[in-house]
C-alpha cells in the first residue's frame, strides 16, 4: 500500500462484511489484519475483487507458536521481528519443524520445568 487512497481502499473493502467486528491496516508491512468470524478465503476474495490488488494469507506466526522456530522453512530472515514462517501449515517443512517424542523425551529430561529432571550438585 502506497497511499492513505489506498490504505483507506483496502479498509473499506472488508468493513461492511458480515461478521467482521475490526479493521487494521499496517501500511509499513502491506498488512490488514481483521478480527470477528468471518472466513479468511472470503476476505481475500473480497479484498482482491474491490481493490484489484494481490491479496495473500500473511504467511508469519509469532515466534513462539513453533516448536522450532530456526528449523529450515521456519526461520525466515524477511519476517517481522517476533515472527517466523508458519512451518507447521506447509506439508513439505512440517516433519522439519516437529519435535519427535525421542527429542521431546531428552530434551525435557534437563528442563528447569521438569521436577524430576537431572540436577547436577
Keep these: ?59 508469519y506466526v509469532p515466534y513462539e507458536v513453533v516448536p522450532h522456530p530456526y528449523a529450515p522453512g521456519a526461520y525466515d530472515k524477511k519476517a517481522p521481528p517476533g515472527y517466523v514462517r508458519n512451518a507447521l501449515a506447509d506439508p513439505l517443512v512440517a516433519p522439519l519443524a516437529r519435535a519427535s517424542s525421542f527429542e521431546v523425551k531428552y530434551t525435557s529430561a534437563f528442563s528447569d520445568d521438569n521436577p524430576n529432571a537431572c540436577t547436577i550438585m
Design 1 to 59: 500500500m502506497d497511499c492513505e487512497g489506498c490504505e483507506r481502499r483496502v479498509r473499506k473493502s472488508v468493513e461492511g462484511m458480515k461478521g467482521v467486528s475490526n479493521v487494521t491496516v499496517d501500511p509499513k508491512q502491506s498488512k490488514l489484519t481483521v478480527e470477528g468470524f468471518v472466513q479468511p478465503n472470503k476476505v481475500l476474495r473480497r479484498v482482491m475483487h474491490r481493490t484489484g490488488k494481490k491479496a495473500e494469507l500473511w504467511p
